[in-house]
Structures are given as structure tokens and as C-alpha cells.
């Protein structure tokens, strides 16, 4: 996981990925503001991002997640998201296996998770099988706007 914020990024792209630099760069030529919500290609199927509107939910009606083929990178646009993160367990069984077909499973509550915050442009990158929760509400349930990059494990080396 790595977290950081938009302003300041260009200058640690030195300890980024290269795949994680090139789709912020792009993202950042991107009019995001004119763009409805939806999936928007940057490289194909290899890099992609999807325009979000959601609305943050109570922690217990949020689940935890894991991808294997695709990285996320959560940009907050606008808004104020709480973001869980818990070490992976290979013990620990999906209660909902998406993996082949949408590359997502969802697991019970970690016994261990943290929690954090982001708000308007900041970040977090989840490599594919770091556990994460997006969606928790910082408070009350609010609106935010967010663009999800996803980039497959290729372009890691994975």
C-alpha cells in the first residue's frame, strides 16, 4: 500500500511503479470534470479507470476486498472516504468469490484492520492481493466522487 496526494506525488514517482506514474500522468491530462461516471480506457484492458459517484456507508455495511489481477488506485476527487486495510490471512475463505469473472472476492470482517482517511486528492495504491475496505464512512454517510485505476499485475512484474 502507498498513500500520498496528488500536489505532492510527481515528486515521489522515484518510488512508484512505473505503471502507477504513467496512469497518474494520464489521469492528471484527463478532464474529470467533464466526464460522466464509467470505465475509461488509458492502455486497453491493462490500464483502465472507473468514474465513481458513491455514497460512504456505515462500516457494517462495507466489506472487505481483494483483486488478483489488478492494482487499485483509489483518487479521492471530492469528498471524505475512510478506507480499512488489514494484513492478507491465506486461511481466511471469501465469503464471495468474484475472482474469475469480475476479479474481486470479498471476505468477512479482519480480525486485524486498520483504518484510514482520504480526502479531496489524496490517494492509496493496493497492489492485487492487499486486503482493503473502500466505502466506510468518516461519520455520517457522504457523497464522494473518486476515480479507481486499475492496472494489471503485468506491469509489476507479477
Not at 14 to 28: E, F, G, H, I, S
Not at 135 to 150: D, H, L, S, T
Request: net charge negative.
Amino acid at each position: 500500500m502507498y498513500l500520498d496526494n496528488l500536489a505532492n506525488w510527481s515528486g515521489n514517482k522515484a518510488v512508484l511503479p512505473a505503471a502507477v506514474a504513467r496512469a497518474l500522468d494520464a489521469l492528471q491530462a484527463e478532464d474529470l470534470a467533464a466526464k460522466a461516471p464509467g470505465r475509461y480506457a488509458i492502455d486497453g484492458d491493462r490500464i483502465f479507470f472507473l468514474l465513481q459517484e458513491i455514497t460512504t456507508k456505515p462500516l457494517a455495511d462495507t466489506r472487505a476486498e481483494i483483486h488478483r489481477a489488478y492494482a487499485d488506485v483509489q483518487v479521492v476527487l471530492s469528498g471524505h472516504e475512510r478506507y480499512g486495510v488489514a494484513p492478507g490471512d491465506a486461511r481466511v475463505s471469501p465469503v464471495e468469490d468474484r475472482l474469475a469473472k469480475d476479479d474481486i472476492a470479498f471476505l468477512p470482517p479482519p480480525a486485524s484492520e486498520n483504518f484510514f482517511d482520504l480526502q479531496d486528492g489524496m490517494f492509496v495504491v493496493f497492489l492485487p492481493g492487499e486486503v482493503h475496505r473502500p466505502g466506510c464512512a468518516a461519520g455520517q454517510p457522504a457523497p464522494v466522487r473518486k476515480v479507481v485505476i486499475k492496472i494489471h499485475r503485468e506491469l509489476f512484474g507479477l
